[in-house]
C-alpha cells in the first residue's frame, strides 16, 4: 500500500511540474522545451530558426512521450487492480487457512475426547471385575458378614451405573 500511494504522489508530482510544457531530447543531443506553438532551446525561442521537418520531428517525439506516459499510466493501473486482487486472495487464503487450522483443532479435541471416553469405559468396566473377583475372594473364605454383603451389593450398583454413564458418553462422542 506505501509502494502505491507514493506511486500516487510521484505521478501528481511528475504531472504539475511539468505542466502545459514537453520537454523533448532530440536524437542529436539538443533538449527542447515547449510551451503550446513556442519551441525554446536553453531558454531562448527557437521556434522560428527550425525548419518544418524539425518542428515536425520534435512534435512527434512529444506525442510519442505522450504516449508512453498514458501508456505508462494504464500500466500502472492494471498493476495497482492486480495488486489488489492479490491482496484480496491473499485474506481469502488466509481466512480459508485458519478455517481449516481450526476444524483441525476441533477434530484432534474430538479425537482427544472420545480417547478419553474410551478410555474411562475400560476403567470403569476393569474396576467392576477386580471388585467382583475380590467380592468372590473373600466370599469363598468367608469373610463376608451380612453388612458386607450389602455394601458390596451397593458398590457393584455404582460400578455398573459409571459403566452406563461412560458407555452413553462414548456412544455420544462416536455419533
Known sequence: MKLT???YIGMALALVACGSSEKVITADGSVYEIK???????????????????????????????DAKKQAEKL???????????????????????ELIEKQETLQRQLKEKAEARENYLEAKKELVDQKEKYERL??????????????????????????????KMDALNK
Open 36 to 66: 503550446g506553438n513556442v519551441i525554446t532551446n536553453k531558454g531562448q525561442d527557437v521556434s522560428e530558426t527550425l525548419t518544418e521537418d524539425e518542428k515536425k520531428d520534435i512534435r512527434e517525439l512529444v506525442e510519442k512521450q505522450q
Open 5 to 7: 500511494n507514493t506511486l
Open 76 to 98: 500502472q493501473k492494471e498493476l495497482e487492480k492486480k495488486q489488489s486482487d492479490l491482496e484480496k486472495a491473499q485474506k481469502e487464503a488466509q481466512k480459508k487457512r485458519d
Open 139 to 168: 466370599k469363598k473364605k468367608g469373610k463376608l458378614s451380612p453388612n458386607d454383603e450389602e455394601k458390596w451389593q451397593e458398590r457393584f450398583t455404582e460400578l455398573n451405573e459409571d459403566i452406563e454413564k461412560t458407555k452413553k
